[in-house]
């Protein structure tokens, strides 16, 4: 058997797509989901890759992912990057094109992991000071997909993606447009 062979190479990927969650320093469990690898085989990946080298003091986040969508709206700032971060997760296809029901179970796999992978790098190249974790990256495409708690819509003014949360006020400009309102009217 050669070791290019469909089952070596999609192996390949998962233990590929681990090593770059590890990274972002996502939990154990999302890892799980999102590879298909086992709690142990994903220790051992740790230990083997990481924690060996001595050179990464990456640390290991334990307990319940984020799960609270009021993250994302509580702030202007936070706002905004949560708008850069799902503008990108858009381009790069990490979002469904539609809503979908059973977001936590269908959105996961090897290849909308690399490209979310993809996209959380780009925000993070994006964004100066980031303060949107990978969990909370996860959380929020999820949550965007299902669309019950957040969703995606376009500013009035100049169409700029925003992040609305659904319990509450509607909100109608991106953070750009509301205090270039909000200067036009202390003039």
């Not at 997760?89 to 992991?113: E, F, H, I, N, T």
């Amino acid at each position: 058997m050669r070791i290019s062979d469909d089952r070596y190479s999609r192996d390949r990927l998962r233990f590929d797509l681990a090593l770059r969650l590890i990274q972002h320093e996502a939990r154990t469990s999302t890892i799980r989901v999102w590879t298909g690898l086992s709690d142990d085989r994903i220790r051992k990946l740790y230990r083997s890759y990481l924690a060996e080298d001595g050179s990464s003091e990456l640390p290991r986040h334990r307990g319940k992912s984020p799960q609270q969508a009021a993250f994302f709206t509580r702030t202007p700032a936070i706002r905004q990057e949560t708008a850069v971060l799902a503008s990108v997760c858009y381009l790069l296809g990490v979002m469904p094109a539609g809503k979908v029901a059973d977001a936590q179970r269908s959105l996961p796999g090897v290849q909308r992991g690399a490209a979310l992978c993809e996209a959380f790098e780009s925000y993070r190249e994006l964004v100066p000071a980031p303060r949107i974790s990978f969990e909370h990256a996860v959380f929020l495409i999820i949550a965007l997909a299902r669309s019950d708690e957040l969703h995606a819509a376009l500013c009035q003014d100049c169409n700029a993606l925003i992040v609305v949360d659904r319990c509450s006020l509607p909100a109608r400009r991106c953070g750009a447009c509301e205090q270039s309102m909000q200067g036009r009217l202390l003039l």
